[in-house]
């Protein structure tokens, strides 16, 4: 028998990715995956249509999202998942990072203009109705011909401390979690290794999680390796963390990242869907 193919974290239109929540659903079940989470940045907008084709395709969705957080001056991704994305608490906490969003996407279009980049508000229009994120100035960038890659967007631009940088007051990692609880969800710290700290700071960003009531670290990120898992399942165990398995995948532009492309789960890791409803047990 195949074995259960499960990612919790992915992107639609609705927030930074290239593929419609329907599409994604889609996508997913192409690719064998049969417990889906979609988790855009800040928004749970494109739940219902990515649900109502995961019965379509027989996808297990599990509702989610990826909320920007700060703790101690440093931004922290916290998902939620497996909750009521309708929680008033939840839906007002959402609608104010977006406000933040489209404060900070008219700040950074000012910045780019004023770094010679013409018509770097188009990017507020392409991002209509959606959540602005960098990912839009950095396609904006490439198609533009600024720069050459995505990735060369963000080092030369996008990035802390570049040109068209702006810093954004994002909701307390501390009440983003206490909201995913209060919507019956799990709060999970999205790929830990990728935010630069050191072990000491780690043990500090972990104990603070932990605290506020994160229940889970992505243990199995897309594209990274076996040493990768192998420390996540440290921290996991050292702070009495479940783990998740996250692919973060945005679109087919990418080939590195490919949603359900995952190293399984170690099994000294308790898996974060280890007590969900019989409707998202992967059993
Ligand atoms: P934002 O939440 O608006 O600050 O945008 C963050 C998003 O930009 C992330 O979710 C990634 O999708 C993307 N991103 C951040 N850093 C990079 C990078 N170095 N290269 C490519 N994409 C990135
Ligand atoms: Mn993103
Ligand atoms: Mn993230
Ligand atoms: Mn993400």
Redesign the pocket.
């Known amino acids: 028998m195949r074995s259960l193919s499960i990612d919790l974290h992915c992107h639609s239109t609705e927030s ?1 990715g290239t593929l419609a929540p329907e599409a994604v659903v889609a996508r997913a079940a192409a690719q064998g995956v049969s417990v889906l989470a979609l988790t855009d ?1 800040d928004t749970v907008d494109g739940l219902d249509a990515a649900a109502q084709e995961a019965r379509h395709q027989g996808v297990a969705l599990v509702p989610g999202v990826e909320i ?1 957080t700060l703790w101690n001056g440093r931004e922290l991704h916290v998902v939620g998942l497996n909750l009521d994305p309708a929680h008033p608490a939840l839906e007002a906490g959402l609608r104010d990072n977006r406000a933040r ?1 489209w404060a900070r996407a008219e700040h950074m279009a000012e910045k780019l203009k004023k770094a010679g980049v013409a018509d770097a508000d188009q990017v507020l229009l392409q991002a209509g109705g959606t959540v602005p ?3 839009h100035f ?1 396609r904006f960038l490439l198609e533009q011909g600024v720069v050459r890659e ?2 060369q967007a ?1 080092d030369r631009y996008l ?1 802390r401390g570049r040109r068209a940088w702006v810093g954004v007051d994002w909701m307390p990692m501390e009440e983003a979690v206490a909201h995913i609880r209060a919507a019956g969800g799990c709060a999970v710290l999205a790929h830990p290794l990728a935010y630069g700290f050191t072990g000491a700071w780690m043990r500090r960003v972990l104990t603070a999680f932990r605290d506020a009531g994160g229940e889970a670290l992505e243990v199995c990120c897309g594209n990274t390796g076996a040493q990768r898992v192998r420390t996540s399942v440290g921290y996991a165990l050292r702070f009495g963390l479940k783990g998740s398995v996250a692919s973060d995948f ?1 679109g087919p532009e990418n080939p590195w990242i490919e949603l359900g492309r995952l190293d399984p789960l170690p099994p000294t890791v308790t898996p974060v869907w280890v007590d969900w409803s019989s409707h998202h047990q992967p059993a």
């Open positions: 930074d940045h920007s969003r994120t960098r990912t950095a995505l990735q963000f990035k945005h």
